[in-house]
């Protein structure tokens, strides 16, 4: 799999990373994660991404991880969640980073998004200094922020963080020229959440889940073709190679899945005339879509 920047952290990861959301539903054992991450490493998988919100994600994980740390750059989120502290203060980020190296099984954590805070809780300033302090002790190697809108901006632009971590795919194609563009020209990484629209393709009706919903909604209005590809691959391909792209984040517990879409990605961007009309599509239909959290 092709190797990448992630911006000028001095990290390398992988194209296709693991978003490990799944990893900590009480559908799955530790057995089935071990042979997932196993699995993923084995096909080229250097990135895995998770988050205190993510169940038994970081616990399992970690386990998984314990005699592969050294070949995978590991990523998660902090802020919240931390029992006996208010959430987004710089105590809880603070305390958030211990639970989760301890979560990890790991003497350091390579990149740690503040997890889709609001605007006026990064300009007060004391999460984002807890997390730089954070960095500073050799806690954190990359101090970074995961979100939409007004905040991502900010976190691109306040010189604070190395990397970020905001949705794209072909539905959701706001922060193409826009976020990931200046973070691009910032030097900052770039990791993308639901790069296959949360497989909107699946369903006949409308979801009840509200971000769901809204790509099923998207998916109608563009009526986009995939010509011979399957969807997933598609989709994948568009986010993967959107200039300033790290690496795409695949959220998912199935071995095949995750090898399918790392092929697919390995078949390089989308046919030129492909991508046009993908991107013609989202401009005359799309252009006043907000990015989904």
């Not at 057995?31 to 895995?48: C, M, N, T």
Request: overall charge negative.
């Amino acid at each position: 799999m092709e190797l990448r920047s992630l911006g000028r952290t001095g990290l390398t990861v992988s194209t296709v990373g693991l978003g490990a959301g799944r990893l900590g539903g009480e559908d799955l054992s530790q057995s089935q994660v071990d042979r997932l991450v196993r699995g993923a490493i084995d096909a080229g998988v250097r990135l895995f991404d998770t988050a205190r919100s993510y169940g038994l994600s970081e616990e399992r994980l970690g386990r998984a991880l314990a005699a592969r740390r050294e070949e995978v750059v590991l990523s998660t989120k902090v802020g919240y969640g931390v029992p006996g502290l208010p959430d987004w203060t710089g105590p809880c980020v603070s305390a958030g980073v211990e639970a989760a190296l301890a979560r990890l099984r790991t003497d350091r954590l390579d990149v740690v998004h503040l997890h889709s805070c609001g605007l006026e809780v990064l300009r007060r300033g004391d999460v984002v200094e807890a997390l730089l302090r954070a960095v500073e002790a050799g806690r954190v190697c990359v101090a970074a922020y995961s979100g939409e809108g007004e905040a991502l901006d900010w976190a691109i632009r306040c010189g604070a963080f190395g990397s970020i971590q905001c949705s794209l795919n072909a539905l959701d194609q706001v922060n193409a020229a826009g976020a990931i563009g200046e973070a691009r020209a910032r030097g900052l990484g770039v990791l993308v959440k639901r790069p296959l629209a949360d497989a909107t393709w699946r369903f006949v009706e409308r979801p009840v889940a509200p971000d769901v919903a809204l790509y099923w909604d998207r998916f109608q209005a563009l009526r986009l073709e995939p010509g011979d590809l399957p969807w997933a691959e598609f989709l994948a391909r568009f986010a993967a190679f959107v200039p300033g792209v790290s690496a795409i984040l695949v959220g998912t517990a199935d071995p095949a899945h995750l090898g399918a879409i790392v092929e697919a990605v390995g078949r390089g961007p989308l046919p030129e005339d492909m991508e046009r009309l993908l991107r013609a599509a989202f401009a005359r239909e799309g252009a006043s879509w907000a990015g989904v959290v």
